[in-house]
């Protein structure tokens, strides 16, 4: 795939789209500021684990384990797959206070929720999960839940399965929840910080996975040249990355164009009929930003 030649974004054009992240990131916050902290910056409550922007791909309840739910430093909900009766699992989300640089900043939104992109990511690897059959598999910025590499490990015969986030207190949560699920038949799975602006954090994995997952990583002007980078280094030759992201104003386009002749690149608008009814359905809500929304699947090649 070919792209012209377009501007770089603009530090104004960075800007609109950082706040326009605020708006959708605070549609899922519960807000609770506290008192008499005018002068200071605010602090969210935020007890939200899934964003209403899903598309509906997955039934989410309360854990048949009461030991789970009752968590008093996160929540527990069950994660069920509609079309994939197979794939069950528990799933921990963090409640805690975060100020609004923290939940903006880089590695920070994946603490929030689950977002659609996460979402359709983990939804497309169930149902195409012979792609990863004897592969190495790891998942990039995986947040809190890094659900796609659960779905990954839990149904598919990878040969291993790697959660990465660049911030630890995801990390943590998501080993918590290979703790306490069933894994021990499924393939091996692990989690661990991966920061793709800290160069020691990945130099000990240099063309060692198979298959990269990424889902919504793209948005952050200062770390995208480092993913590319990151993406690179440590994907096999010939590796394949799958990435879903919506195109968010130019965030998506900046990323294909430092992707051109490092990979092969294929963009697919409607890769899922399930996940393009679901979207076609949106549409019809005023409510509703595909642009801010909508996942795309990318897929790249290393040359």
């Known amino acids: 795939m070919e792209h012209g030649e377009e501007p770089s974004l603009c530090a104004e054009s960075a800007k609109v789209i950082a706040r326009t992240r605020w708006k959708l990131l605070a549609k899922v916050l ?8 005018e002068s ?40 069920r797959s509609f079309n994939h009766p197979h794939f069950s699992l528990n799933v921990r989300f963090l409640i805690n ?6 939940l903006t900043g880089f ?8 977002w659609p992109s996460e979402e359709v990511l983990a939804y497309y690897c ?19 839940t890094c659900l796609a590499s659960f779905a990954v490990a839990k149904t598919s015969d990878a040969i291993l399965v790697a959660c990465t986030d660049g911030n630890p207190a995801s990390v943590e949560n998501v080993k918590r929840i290979i703790e306490h699920n069933n894994l021990s038949s499924t393939c091996p799975i692990t989690a661990q910080v991966l920061d793709w602006k800290n160069e020691s954090s990945f130099r000990e994995m240099e063309s060692m996975w198979d298959v990269i ?3 919504d990583c793209l948005f952050f002007d200062d770390g995208r040249e480092a993913l590319v980078d990151t993406m690179q280094r440590i994907t096999t030759n010939n590796g394949l990355i799958l990435i879903m992201a919506p195109r968010r104003g130019r965030t998506l386009d900046a990323f294909l164009e430092l992707c051109q002749g ?14 393009t009814l679901s979207h076609q359905k949106k549409l019809l809500s005023s409510d509703y930003n595909s642009d801010h929304n909508y996942p795309l699947l990318v897929q790249l090649r290393k040359r």
């Open 30 to 37: 519960h807000k609770t500021e506290k008192e008499n902290d």
């Open 126 to 144: 169930l149902k195409n999960n012979y792609v990863f059959k004897e592969k190495a598999v790891l998942e990039l910025g995986g947040g809190m």
């Open 213 to 215: 997952l990424c889902a």
């Open 40 to 79: 200071s910056s605010h602090h969210l409550v935020v007890p939200t684990t899934t964003s209403r922007e899903l598309y509906g791909l997955f039934e989410w309840a309360e854990s048949e384990s009461k030991v789970f739910w009752q968590d008093n430093c996160g929540q527990w909900l069950q994660c």
């Open 107 to 114: 590695n920070n939104t994946g603490n929030v929720c689950v």
């Open 262 to 275: 490092k990979f092969d690149i294929y963009l697919d608008e409607e890769f899922d009929g399930d996940v």
């Open 97 to 102: 206070q975060f100020s609004i640089d923290e």
